[in-house]
């Protein structure tokens, strides 16, 4: 398991091959790329600010949660910091277990605790400024999901 907050722009394609590289006893690889929107020209930058040190650890925390709770193989984020221009990978996701169920849901709640609850705080900055941006009721409703027993 392992998880990377970092500055500088990664290659999903090369994560992925890496990530799935050597698993004999796997049957299912998820992935997902979160990439920045440009919201037809509103956004030239989406700017995200973390605690290093903390900010990976509750990430990792949920991951570890993650992992226990679908009986996951391993998962792997990466999640940008910093400065982000639109069309450029924010974040990436990849889980891996027995069967893909598990792979898919484990996928499925760690994307949404990293979009509306992990510690980041994000702004946009556009022609008119910037702004700091809150999950939406949807974000908080997908992240509820997965506060309910299973």
Partial sequence: MAVYLQIEPFEPGALLTGFSAGRRETGAVVSFTGLARGSGGQVQTLELEAYPGFTDAEIGRMAEAARDRFALDDVLVVHRIGPIAPGEAIV???????????????????????????????????????????????DLADAGRWDETR
């Avoid at 946009?124 to 999950?135: C, F, L, N, T, Y």
Wanted: hydrophobic share 45%.
């Fill in 92 to 138: 990436f996701v990849a889980t891996a277990a027995a069967h893909r169920r598990a792979a898919f849901e484990a996928a499925d709640q760690l994307m949404d605790y990293l979009k509306s609850r992990a510690p980041f705080w994000k702004k946009e900055v556009g022609p008119d400024g910037a702004r700091w941006i809150e999950p939406t009721e949807r």
